[in-house]
């Protein structure tokens, strides 16, 4: 079993890994660019939203269908992809790993069950058609099933951590809050439960922990600085970890860590970790914010704390970062990324339960 779950993970990080420096790329045009950024450009900042919505999810699940089908399953991968990117409104990575290698799947079965039986000459022609027809089949079905269950997923994340608040377990939120944030759900965790909840309770006390609970930069710190001090020598995940630090917690752009945690999923508990350590400290000594951080960096945190909270919040902070950086950096030594050079061409046949 445990065998099956490294395999995967394997895989999944044969997805994400090749696509780090587009991710990179995303995250200093968003921290350079976003009327927030370091320098704000209403031109350049445009490039922001569609390439979250739509080149990076297209690249990994491109990545995701030539891994199981060379080229023709990458082509048809990311085909499928768009059908889960036009049937949500968020940004579909979640969708695009599960569409990528399933187009691939289907094409190499189609092939497999077809193209001995190809008359010569016709060879071309079957290849255009069959990945156009299947193409469709699978954007059709990805758009009507697979977009509709992530936005019913991250409905349930924001009802569950609404629960959560409104029953006194602010800390415990972020068994919710960090895996969610890493599906990329953390704008509709933050915007439409946690602020409007901030909002009310500043309302009355001149501040709230309700804007502390997603936008804390501390665990995603800790998180790269473990990738970075125990990852693999020479691994892509540790050479871009410290670029990643600098658009993360200067920038505010939490996502630009999704990917590491997406490539070896056991990290996510390092988060949880670092989560719940740091919400505790805040509810302990009363932390709060008088807004919501945006983007979540230090340099938005320092605008928004309120007089005589510097020291409460700046140690949630740094909690977070190091329980998240001691537990993450804990699973490198014992559970280490599986990267390999040949990951890129890995098949179906190295996932549980398909080939």
């Not at 039986?117 to 299947?134: C, D, H, R």
Request: include cysteine.
């Amino acid at each position: 079993m445990r065998e099956k779950l490294q395999q995967f993970g394997g895989f999944l990080a044969g997805m994400v890994i090749p696509n780090i420096g587009a991710f990179l790329a995303w995250g200093l045009i968003t921290a350079f660019f976003i009327p927030t950024g370091w320098i704000p450009n209403e031109t350049f900042a445009k490039l922001v939203g569609p390439m979250i919505v739509y080149l990076l999810p297209l690249l990994i699940g491109y990545t995701g269908g030539k891994m199981v089908h060379n080229v023709r399953g990458g082509v048809v991968g990311a085909a499928a992809t768009m059908g889960v990117i036009v049937g949500a409104d968020i940004p579909m990575m979640l969708g695009a790993m599960i569409m990528g290698p399933l187009g691939g799947w289907c094409m190499k079965k189609v092939d497999e069950a077809i193209e001995e039986k190809i008359p010569v000459g016709f060879e071309m022609l079957y290849n255009t058609f069959s990945a156009g027809i299947l193409g469709t089949i699978l954007i059709l079905i990805a758009n009507v099933a697979i977009g509709p269950v992530v936005v019913a997923l991250s409905d349930a994340a924001g009802a569950a951590v609404d629960a959560m608040v409104k029953a006194r377990l602010l800390p415990l939120a972020a068994i919710i809050i960090e895996p969610a944030k890493i599906l990329f759900l953390n704008n509709a965790l933050n915007h439409g439960v946690l602020s409007p909840l901030g909002v009310v309770a500043a309302q009355e006390n001149g501040r709230a922990v309700h804007f502390l609970l997603e936008t804390n930069p501390g665990p995603g710190l800790g998180l790269l600085i473990a990738f970075y001090v125990a990852g693999k020598k020479g691994s892509m995940l540790k050479d871009s970890a410290p670029g990643s630090m600098i658009i993360h917690f200067l920038g505010g752009i939490h996502e630009i860590y999704f990917p590491y945690v997406l490539a070896h999923p056991i990290m996510v508990l390092a988060m949880i970790a670092g989560g719940i350590a740091a919400d505790l400290w805040f509810v302990i000594s009363g932390a709060g914010l008088v807004a919501t951080p945006s983007p979540g960096s230090i340099f938005a945190y320092l605008a928004v704390i309120p007089p005589g909270q510097h020291f409460q919040v700046l140690t949630g902070v740094l909690i977070g970062a190091v329980v998240s950086f001691f537990v993450g950096a804990f699973i490198l030594r014992v559970n280490p990324v599986k990267e390999t050079e040949d990951e890129t061409s890995a098949t179906i046949g190295t996932v549980p339960g398909l080939g």
